[in-house]
């Protein structure tokens, strides 16, 4: 098992386009999850694939699981 440094996560991955943004992005607008980030802000460059076990996979799901806690969800009514 792979030892995470939360601290780093959140300095490193909670920038727009981020993994733990992105995760935080799909929960809010009731995505699937779909592990991902992007290095230049959302929707700039290239689009990176997040894997098992990886610093990036464990900050979106963080995002994810943290935006599920807090019931915090796009009303599209």
């Given at each position: 098992m792979?030892?995470?440094d939360t601290a780093k996560i959140a300095e490193k991955f909670t920038q727009h386009g981020g993994?733990?943004?992105?995760g935080?992005?799909?929960s809010y607008y009731?995505?699937?999850i779909d592990p991902h980030y992007y290095p230049m802000g959302t929707y700039?460059?290239?689009r990176v694939e997040c894997l098992p076990g990886t610093?990036?996979?464990e900050?979106?799901?963080m995002g994810y699981e943290?935006?599920?806690a807090h019931g915090d969800k796009k009303d599209w009514g």
């Open positions: 792979i030892k995470i993994a733990f943004d992105r935080s992005a799909d009731h995505r699937p700039n460059g290239d610093a990036e996979y900050a979106y799901m943290y935006n599920e």
